[in-house]
């Protein structure tokens, strides 16, 4: 497992383009059949992927947790970004496509992904915080998300939240979590964007072209820098940084989030004149 400590706002404004990436951007995620981890110091969010092409991939805890077993004092979150999945917890089987997300509740011992097709694996994005309270495991397909309609064609920011982990969906400790859609012809995801400095927030861009890349930018409103992101990348959002993209073809993302509240639309937002 790798581990991250993020850097201040002041450090952040002084730092070269590869110093970003190198602090921000996570490039090392869904490897074919590995669990891949990286343990930031921002709210002890774990990010990581677990791709099983060949065999089943039982996820395992790690010295940094000091803990027996993965789940004993975290929950979990995992959204399918690949083909046909299964996930089995405690004896407890899901069959999980793509799209489709699954809550691990504290407490939680035995975690084993596997693909219905290893030629076509499951991709599984796995976002996890610590917990204080066990809540049960859950299963949510892309029917069970809360929609929400934002943006429009006119400022090219048309876009559809599906929220699953959430007070009003599947409920859990801190974890929120969720993926976009941008719509046909829009490129901007979170524009005019906002801040919210009770949580921080990881994105996973996902389902970009090969040839495509998103511009995600970040940083405070009045000192930000870009990072070029690719398909199946991941970022670290401190809660001090604004968090916004814009593609050079149709993308999605998944973003999650951690810390003081779960209320989604705790926001400061910004407008556009604000951005420097």
């Known amino acids: 497992m790798e581990v991250r400590y993020s850097p201040d706002p002041v450090r952040f404004s002084r730092m070269t383009n590869q110093e970003i990436r190198d602090n921000f951007l996570i490039e090392t995620l869904f490897k074919a059949d590995t669990i891949e981890m990286v343990y930031s110091d921002v ?114 920011n048309e876009r559809t939240i599906y929220k699953y982990i959430h007070p009003d969906g599947i409920e859990s400790c801190q974890l929120v979590m969720g993926f976009t859609e941008i719509a046909k012809g829009s490129v901007w995801n979170t524009m005019p964007p906002h801040l919210h400095p009770r949580r921080m927030e990881a994105y996973m861009y996902f389902d970009i072209s090969k040839e495509n890349r998103v511009f995600h930018f970040m940083g405070k409103p009045d000192e930000m820098r870009h990072i070029v992101v690719a398909d199946k990348q991941a970022l670290v959002s401190p809660s001090w940084s604004i968090h916004s993209g814009a593609g050079t073809s149709g993308y999605r993302f998944c973003w999650g989030m951690g810390g003081e509240n779960q209320d989604f639309n705790d926001m400061d937002h910004l407008g556009i004149d604000d951005l420097k």
């Open 43 to 156: 709210d002890r969010a774990i990010i990581g992927s677990a791709v099983p092409a060949d065999k089943p991939l039982t996820l395992s805890t790690a010295d940094e947790l000091r803990a027996e077993f993965f789940c004993k004092r975290r929950e979990l979150g995992v959204l399918n970004a690949g083909g046909e999945g299964a996930i089995e917890v405690d004896g407890q089987s899901f069959d999980i496509k793509k799209l489709e997300c699954l809550y691990i509740g504290r407490g939680s011992r035995e975690i084993t992904f596997s693909s219905k097709n290893g030629s076509e694996p499951a991709c599984f994005y796995l976002l996890s915080y610590p917990a204080h309270k066990e809540y049960p495991v859950k299963h949510a397909k892309i029917e069970d998300a809360l929609q929400a309609h934002l943006g429009s064609k006119d400022t090219c």
